[in-house]
């Protein structure tokens, strides 16, 4: 099953859409852990799995790796270490199977593309790599190794950019910052939305009651990976700031390292308008999503352009109002801003963040909203840009 969030949710739509059209796909991936940081119970006893679904077409190959429960810099580098030994072992035996017209390496981790060189050596099959977030900066920005290695890490990364056929992110400012590094022409190739999946619910306020809400209350929600980086205490001290407007709740759905801080920090503070919620399954998914009166996108001041949130796709072609934190001159400010599509305050200031979830809960953005969602339909449909991808391959 791929994973619901993140980098993983997109690399497994990918991958299940080209068999749909027909292409034999082989992946080579982990068993799936991520939000958690945990891998599930059904695979957590398995060494290496092979899965063959889409009548034959698509191929999965699972390997074991190292899932630390608290994540650091030095544990995630391990964590990405045993990914690259452990599938090795699949990549060399993929030598001796037909050769592959392609070879996508999705990072992060940036260095599978040294284990996409290899294949190339043998085969001499053409690398994509694809550049989801921009790995080594934001581990730099946030301190997560010591400063000696970053040197090492950018050459390794630059030798693979200027190796590699062809590079390709997510992003026009993710895009720049590429472009600095490489003598390679870097194509965009954006993340999508099946916009006929997620979309506008006629009557959202009456799916409040199915999640123990009433129509007239103004939800806050946050739904994704639930990690320190992702700042969400902010979220629960403005909750407490705010708990005397007592139509205004905040949802937290997901899970995560740093979920069990939340959670205590809202019972410290006794909060009862804060609501903590798993993961919710794709059939209901999109109805969730609608009961959203804002939705919050927290970008730390230091990830400027960094990282695409994988999650806002999602927001806007549901026509959602977007509240987003992000730094003036990003891809994600600009985007946001020039199509009037959301809601953009500065990061890392909560008193801001307040003022803003109050304005967007009593004030009209139905033009936003509106917006939101002809944008989805216009630039994010996942068909469109899956076309254009295989078309510029």
Request: net charge positive; hydrophobic share 40%; glycine share 6%.
């Amino acid at each position: 099953m791929p994973e619901l969030t993140g980098i993983g949710k997109y690399t497994g739509e990918m991958i299940t859409w080209l068999a749909d059209q027909g292409h034999e796909v082989t992946m080579v991936t982990a068993f799936p852990y991520y939000p958690q940081w945990k891998v599930e119970e059904s695979s957590s006893n398995r060494f290496y799995k092979k899965e063959i679904l889409q009548n034959g077409k698509l191929k999965i190959y699972r390997c074991p790796l190292y899932v630390p429960s608290s994540p650091t810099g030095l544990k995630r580098l391990i964590h990405e270490i045993s990914f690259f030994m452990s599938s090795f072992f699949v990549l060399f035996r993929l030598l001796f199977k037909p050769r592959h017209d392609v070879f996508f390496s999705i990072a992060p981790p940036f260095h599978l593309g040294f284990l996409a060189l290899f294949y190339r050596f043998f085969k001499r099959t053409p690398i994509v790599y694809h550049i989801q977030d921009l790995q080594i900066e934001a581990a730099k920005e946030l301190n997560m190794l010591p400063s000696p290695l970053f040197s090492m890490l950018f050459s390794m990364e630059r030798f693979i950019l200027n190796s590699v056929n062809i590079v390709t992110t997510i992003s026009e400012g993710m895009k720049r910052k590429i472009v600095k590094k490489t003598k390679r022409n870097v194509t965009l190739f954006p993340n999508w939305v099946d916009t006929f999946e997620f979309h506008p619910v006629v009557g959202r306020n009456e799916l409040k009651l199915r999640w123990g809400f009433l129509p007239n209350d103004k939800i806050v929600l946050y739904s994704g990976s639930i990690g320190e980086k992702q700042g969400l205490d902010a979220l629960i001290r403005i909750a407490h700031e705010l708990k005397s407007y007592s139509d205004i709740k905040f949802i937290i759905c997901g899970t995560g390292p740093f979920k069990n801080n939340l959670v205590q920090l809202t019972a410290d503070l006794m909060l009862q308008n804060v609501h903590f919620l798993p993961l919710q399954g794709k059939d209901v998914f999109n109805d969730f999503l609608n009961i959203g009166d804002i939705h919050i996108v927290l970008q730390k001041a230091d990830a400027s352009d960094l990282v695409m949130p994988s999650k806002l796709t999602t927001i806007l072609s549901i026509g959602g109002l977007a509240l987003i934190t992000a730094n003036l001159g990003t891809t994600l400010c600009d985007v946001v801003l020039t199509h009037q599509m959301g809601v953009v305050v500065i990061p890392e200031d909560e008193n801001v963040l307040k003022e803003a979830i109050l304005k967007c809960c009593n004030g009209d953005f139905s033009l936003e909203r509106a917006n939101a969602r002809k944008y989805a339909e216009t630039n994010l449909n996942k068909d469109n840009i899956l076309t254009k991808m295989v078309n510029n391959i």
